[in-house]
């Protein structure tokens, strides 16, 4: 098949990359930014179009790969009367980019993707919606090219999984970052907390997250909570974490607690 991609960021160089090892032809590349767009271009021995006027009608398949908000602003300003439309936002409806094509879809990739360190494997959850079969069985085949895994999910229910996808990859990274700068600040080796890290993300293969929670919030350990408070008193940003995930984690067991007896 052949594609075309209008951005430049992460995923439109894993998707470039991506497809044209398995054998389809990327016509161009479109990005405001003209060097990005050069560069990518050149990659995946592409056209590189000046504006987005330049972009070509006779592609199969034309990707939005731009960030969410910039999604519409977009799919505004081209029209596609044959080609299918396909955009990679998570949050993003399929709706917004409906004034431009017939055949919509969308492909989000659930992963951290970078253009420098493009995953090898195909173990790569993909959501996916159409609005016609035609539209369906473009995005799957597109898809299928990089991920073993692709599953239909429509606006609403991809909305709430994107927001569970960034609480997961997202706020985790968040956190360990800021456990990397607690180490640093007291000369205390990061690495040294890997293999707890690892246990925690092997736990949860076999397990609800909930049946394993461990840790002073659960135990109800206000000696070492307020001691963990204490420590944290020249981050107060850091400390109002602690305290909200601490409360969190307590008022979940609540709950659990609360179905348990009513069953």
């Known amino acids: 098949m052949t594609f075309i991609i209008i951005g430049t960021g992460n995923i439109a160089w894993f998707l470039g990359k991506k497809l044209t090892a398995a054998g389809n032809k990327c016509i161009g590349v479109y990005s405001h930014n003209?060097?990005?767009?050069?560069?990518?271009?050149?990659?995946?021995?592409?056209?590189?179009?000046?504006?987005?006027?330049?972009?070509?009608?006779?592609?199969?398949?034309?990707?939005?790969?731009?960030s969410d908000t910039a999604i519409s602003i977009v799919a505004s300003q081209i029209s596609f009367t044959k080609?299918?439309?396909?955009?990679?936002?998570?949050?993003?409806?399929?709706?917004?980019?409906?004034?431009?094509?017939?055949?919509?879809?969308?492909?989000?990739?659930?992963?951290?993707?970078?253009?420098?360190?493009?995953p090898s494997h195909r173990n790569i959850p993909c959501g996916w919606e159409a609005t016609t079969p035609k539209a369906e069985k473009y995005v799957l085949a597109m898809g299928h090219t990089f991920s073993d895994n692709l599953f239909e999910a429509k606006g609403e229910q991809r909305k709430?999984?994107?927001l569970a996808a960034v609480m997961n990859n997202n706020f985790i990274n968040h956190l360990l970052t800021i456990s990397e700068e607690?180490?640093?600040?007291?000369?205390?080796?990061?690495?040294?907390?890997?293999?707890?890290?690892?246990?925690?993300f092997e736990n949860i293969k076999n397990h609800s997250p909930k049946t394993v929670q461990t840790g002073p919030a659960i135990r109800r350990d206000y000696t070492?909570?307020?001691?963990?408070?204490?420590?944290?008193?020249?981050?107060?940003?850091w400390q109002n974490i602690y305290q909200t995930i601490t409360e969190s984690i307590q008022n979940n067991e609540e709950v659990s607690t609360d179905e348990t007896k009513d069953s």
Request: overall charge negative; some cysteine; aromatic content about 6%.
């Open 224 to 237: 070492t909570i307020n001691e963990h408070l204490a420590l944290l008193q020249k981050h107060p940003k």
């Open 160 to 162: 709430w999984l994107h």
């Open 34 to 66: 003209l060097k990005a767009a050069s560069e990518l271009s050149d990659i995946l021995l592409a056209a590189h179009f000046g504006t987005i006027s330049d972009v070509s009608k006779d592609a199969d398949v034309c990707f939005i790969a731009v």
């Open 182 to 200: 607690i180490c640093l600040e007291n000369n205390i080796q990061f690495s040294v907390l890997y293999p707890i890290l690892e246990q925690t």
């Open 83 to 118: 080609t299918v439309l396909i955009h990679t936002g998570g949050a993003v409806e399929l709706k917004q980019i409906m004034c431009a094509a017939k055949d919509c879809a969308v492909l989000w990739p659930i992963y951290s993707i970078q253009k420098n360190n493009i």
